[in-house]
């Protein structure tokens, strides 16, 4: 167990839906990311949050958003599904100033869209 | 903008024997971090080795370590003695130095088949 919790752990909806994945980070960490790992691809990084705030955007579509709660968990919004959003959604934390260390991944959700 | 190439799609190995991964970034800054995570069958990213841009020394983790050549922008990852649990994907990652902002930018992954 890493200590970041992602739920749910898997996800099938059909195209034109809205779905919500949660994520919770490692205790103590601020910082939480997202990244979308399409079939045998790399992982793309979608947003970052610290704290509550925006602190970084990367590739990710209009039909996409996301935000950090006061308790710092985490939500990321996929709106007006279409097939190629089927992925592994991965979330990720880290400390305030310790990105040295690299980040800590949840187990991903695996969103499969029909 | 930072990036990461990983120029081997695939690699085997014997159990036992030595392998290399290279990895090769791109960068005008001068302090930063680079990363090793191994992605099983199972999918969870899994922290392997970090490397910081300002220490000369290759980093070592038990079996793990790396070839690090700032000025050729290199940092390559050995792991010696392979084992049949090594098999995975590996990506090398890079995140800029400082701060609370900064994300880590993956390269698109070596797959490893470690053979019996």
């Known amino acids: 167990d890493s200590g970041v919790t992602q739920t749910p752990k898997h996800l099938i909806t059909a195209t034109g839906q809205r779905v919500t994945l949660r994520c919770s980070p490692r205790s103590g960490d601020l910082s939480v990311y997202w990244y979308q790992q399409s079939l045998d691809q790399g992982l793309q990084f979608l947003i970052q949050y610290y704290n509550g705030e925006e602190r970084a955007k990367g590739n990710i579509l209009e039909r996409f958003s996301a935000q950090q709660f006061p308790d710092l968990h985490s939500e990321l919004n996929l709106s007006s599904l279409e097939l190629g959003d089927s992925a592994l959604y991965f979330c990720?934390?880290?400390?305030?100033?310790?990105?040295?260390?690299?980040?800590?991944f949840g187990s991903g959700t695996r969103l499969t869209v029909v | 903008a930072q990036t990461v190439t990983q120029s081997q799609p695939e690699m085997s190995v014997q159990e036992a024997e030595t392998v290399t991964l290279s990895c090769t970034y791109d960068t005008s800054e001068n302090n930063y971090y680079l990363f090793w995570y191994k992605q099983p069958p199972s999918r969870q990213m899994i922290l392997v080795i970090r490397q910081e841009a300002y220490k000369q020394q290759n980093a070592t983790e038990n079996r793990f370590s790396v070839n690090f050549q700032k000025a050729a922008k290199s940092f390559s990852l050995k792991i010696s003695d392979s084992q049949l649990g090594d098999t995975a994907m590996y990506f090398c990652a890079f995140r800029n130095y400082g701060g609370s902002q900064g994300n880590l930018i993956f390269g698109k992954g070596t797959k490893l088949s470690v053979k019996p």
């Open positions: 990720a934390s880290s400390k305030a100033g310790a990105g040295g260390y690299g980040y800590t």
